[in-house]
C-alpha cells in the first residue's frame, strides 16, 4: 500500500531522476501534457553528453576533421600545428565552462522543479534526495518516476588496472594537458574517436591495445578496416587481438601484454564500455526490463529510460525513447493508452563515429540480419569513385553497403565510411525505418553532383 503524503513531503505528477538529455525530454514532454514534474539531478543538468561526452569529444574532434579536410584539396596550404590551448578553450566554451546555470533555467522554465541531489527510491512513488550538504528532501509522484541515470564506464579486472589509476572517457573530454605517450584499451567508438583527437592534438605516442580482430566491431567489417588503415597512416599504433596482462604505475603507466612484452605511456585512457548506472537507486535489482512505453515491468508507476535500462546507449536514442514515455505517462494519466510505442531501438538504431574517417550506420550488419533468419542480399560501393566525393578532394576514400531483405526488397541496414559521411546517415534512417521499397527509392532522384549520389550507385548495383 502506498505512504499517504506528510507535512515533510512534497508531491508532483512526475519525478525524474536524472537531468541528462533523456531526463529533460521526459520533463519537457509530460509538462507539455499538463502534469507538474520534478527533476532530481545529482551533478550537472545537461547530463554525461552535454559536459563529458557527445559535445566535448565533437569540439576536440572537429580541428583535426578540418585540417584533414584541407589537406585534400589542392591549391590550399597544408594545416600546421593545431593551437592547443585555443581547441580547449572552445571545448569549455562548448560546455558552458562545466556550469549548468543555463540548463537549469531550462527546466524551471518548462516549468518544471529542479532539484540537486543523489535521488533514491523509498517506497512505491516515492523518492528520498540527499542534497550536495546531507539535507533531505521527500518527493511523491501522483503518477510516475521515472529513472534517467544514464550509464558508467567498465573498468576490466586486470590486475593492477584500477591501482594504475587510468583515464576514463570523462579524462579524455576534460583534458588540460595532452599526454606525449597515450596508451588506449579498447575499440569502440570513444577509444577511437579519442585516440585519434588526442593524437591530433599532441599524444605523437599513441596505442591502441584492442582485444578483438578489428575496430568498431558492432559495425561491418569494412569500416573498422577502414579507420584502423587511417589511423596507422597518421602514425597511430593500432594492434589488433591484444590483451593486457597487467598494468603498474610508478610515475609513467607500464603495461604488461599477454605476449610478454611491455610498453609505457604516460597515461592510460581505458575505453571498454559502459553499463546502466543502476547503483543505489533503492531497487530491488539493479537490471532494468522494460516495455515498449519504457515502464519497467512488473510496476505500473516505475519508468526507466535512456542507458539506464540497456536498451541502446546512444544519447539520441534516450531522447526518443523519453518522448515515448512521457506521452505514455501524460494518456496513462488521462486514462487512455499510449498512442506511441519505441519500436525504433529494435531495428538498428542511427549512430555515427566522428573519425576521420567518419563511420555511420542505422539497421542490421549482413551478418547480423542473416543471424535472424533473413534472406538477404548485400551490396557495395566504393564512395570515391561518385562524382560529388571525388571533386571534395584527392584521395578521398569511402566505401558503402546495403542490405537488402530480399523477400520485401526493402532495406535492412546501411552502412557509410568516408569523410564527412555523417550527412548521408538520416536519408538512410528514414528509408530503413520507413521500410522504403527500392522500386521506390529508384524514384527519389539523387542531386547532381552530390554524395547522395552513392544511392544511385547502389540501387544499380542492385540491378534497378
Not at 532539484?115 to 528532501?137: C, F, I, S
Not at 579524462?171 to 588540460?176: G, I, P, Q
Not at 598494468?247 to 599477454?258: K, Q, S, Y
Not at 605511456?265 to 532494468?288: I, M, S, Y
Request: proline share 5%; charged share 25%; net charge negative.
Amino acid at each position: 500500500m502506498d505512504e499517504q503524503p506528510d507535512e515533510q513531503t512534497d508531491v508532483a505528477d512526475v519525478i525524474v531522476i536524472g537531468a541528462g538529455p533523456a531526463g529533460e525530454n521526459v520533463a519537457g514532454r509530460v509538462v507539455r501534457g499538463g502534469l507538474t514534474c520534478a527533476v532530481v539531478e545529482t551533478h550537472l543538468a545537461g547530463g554525461e553528453c552535454s559536459y563529458y561526452a557527445c559535445i566535448p569529444s565533437k569540439a576536440l574532434l572537429r580541428p583535426m576533421e578540418l585540417a584533414a579536410e584541407v589537406g585534400r584539396v589542392p591549391g590550399l596550404r597544408p594545416a600546421g600545428p593545431a593551437d592547443v590551448e585555443a581547441v580547449l578553450k572552445r571545448r569549455d566554451e562548448a560546455v558552458s565552462d562545466y556550469d549548468d546555470h543555463g540548463q537549469v533555467g531550462w527546466i524551471e522554465d518548462l516549468p518544471a522543479r529542479f532539484v540537486r541531489g543523489r535521488g533514491r527510491l523509498a517506497g512505491p512513488r516515492l523518492v528520498e534526495v540527499t542534497g550536495p550538504g546531507g539535507g533531505r528532501t521527500r518527493l511523491r509522484a501522483r503518477h510516475a518516476v521515472v529513472l534517467a541515470t544514464g550509464s558508467v564506464p567498465v573498468v576490466p579486472p586486470i590486475p593492477g588496472l584500477a591501482e594504475a589509476r587510468p583515464w576514463g572517457s570523462r579524462d579524455a573530454t576534460e583534458v588540460r594537458r595532452v599526454p606525449e605517450r597515450l596508451a588506449v584499451l579498447g575499440g569502440g567508438v570513444v577509444a577511437c574517436e579519442m585516440a585519434q583527437a588526442l593524437h591530433f592534438l599532441g599524444a605523437r605516442e599513441t596505442t591502441m591495445l584492442v582485444r578483438g580482430s578489428g575496430l568498431l566491431p558492432r559495425m561491418e567489417p569494412f569500416a573498422g578496416e577502414m579507420l584502423a588503415g587511417s589511423m596507422r597512416e597518421r602514425g597511430i599504433d593500432v594492434r589488433l587481438g591484444t590483451q593486457v596482462a597487467e598494468v603498474r604505475r610508478d610515475g609513467a603507466v607500464t603495461l604488461r601484454l599477454d605476449d610478454g612484452s611491455t610498453l609505457e605511456a604516460d597515461e592510460l585512457l581505458v575505453a571498454t564500455g559502459r553499463r546502466p548506472a543502476t547503483d543505489d537507486l533503492g531497487l530491488e535489482e539493479n537490471r532494468l526490463e522494460v516495455d515498449d512505453s519504457l515502464l519497467v515491468r512488473g510496476s505500473d508507476w516505475l519508468y526507466a529510460v535512456g542507458d539506464v535500462n540497456g536498451r541502446n546507449l546512444l544519447t539520441h536514442m534516450g531522447k526518443y525513447q523519453a518522448r515515448i514515455c512521457g506521452d505514455a505517462i501524460v494518456a496513462r494519466a488521462r486514462g487512455e493508452s499510449p498512442k506511441a510505442l519505441a519500436t525504433a531501438d529494435g531495428r538498428g538504431a542511427p549512430q555515427v563515429v566522428f573519425t576521420d574517417p567518419q563511420v555511420c550506420a542505422v539497421g542490421l550488419t549482413e551478418e547480423a540480419a542473416r543471424a535472424k533468419g533473413f534472406t538477404v542480399r548485400a551490396v557495395e560501393y566504393d564512395l570515391g569513385r561518385v562524382s560529388g566525393a571525388y571533386l571534395l578532394g584527392e584521395g578521398y576514400a569511402g566505401r558503402a553497403k546495403a542490405v537488402v531483405d530480399e523477400r520485401r526488397r526493402v532495406l535492412l541496414g546501411v552502412t557509410f565510411a568516408g569523410p564527412g559521411v555523417a550527412e548521408l546517415l538520416h536519408a538512410a534512417t528514414v528509408a530503413v525505418t520507413a521500410e522504403t521499397s527500392l522500386d521506390t527509392l529508384w524514384h527519389a532522384v539523387p542531386a547532381f553532383p552530390s554524395v547522395s549520389e552513392i544511392w544511385l550507385r547502389l540501387l544499380e548495383e542492385y540491378g534497378l
